[in-house]
Nanobody, 124 residues
Framework: QVRLVESGGALVQPGGSLRLSCVAS????????MGWYRQAPGKQRELVAD???????NYAESAKGRFTISRDNAKNTVHLQMHFLESEDTAVYYC??????????????????WGQGTQVTVSS
């Protein structure tokens, strides 16, 4: 099993900044893509940004110019630096990772994992 743990969520004023972090742990896995999703009350979960192992990034329109995703492959971590936060950014932010995981019999299987989420609240 590949476990993801997020951190960094907090209450922040409009216009403020936050940095979210996510670390993957476990054994016998190789991560391909990592990303951040968010879910606001009453809304569906949506992609915020993702990044491949080669560093190719993809952002939701709402995140472009304000958020930056980065990762450290050696440490199996992904970060989301958020600036100019708005009330509309209030949501639970989830880390996601996909890749290959070694199972019994030395077989590599595809996996997708989610973290438990970290709350980001933007309010004055």
């Amino acid at each position: 099993q590949v476990r993801l743990v997020e951190s960094g969520g907090a209450l922040v004023q409009p216009g403020g900044s936050l940095r979210l972090s996510c670390v993957a742990s476990g054994s016998g896995f190789k991560i391909n893509g990592m990303g951040w999703y968010r879910q606001a009350p009453g809304k569906q979960r949506e992609l915020v940004a993702d990044i491949t192992s080669a560093g190719t990034t993809n952002y939701a329109e709402s995140a472009k110019g304000r958020f930056t995703i980065s990762r450290d492959n050696a440490k199996n971590t992904v970060h989301l630096q958020m600036h100019f936060l708005e009330s509309e950014d209030t949501a639970v932010y989830y880390c996601n990772a996909d890749g290959l995981r070694l199972t019994t019999g030395d077989t590599w299987n595809v996996f997708t994992s989610w973290g438990q989420g970290t709350q980001v609240t933007v309010s004055s």
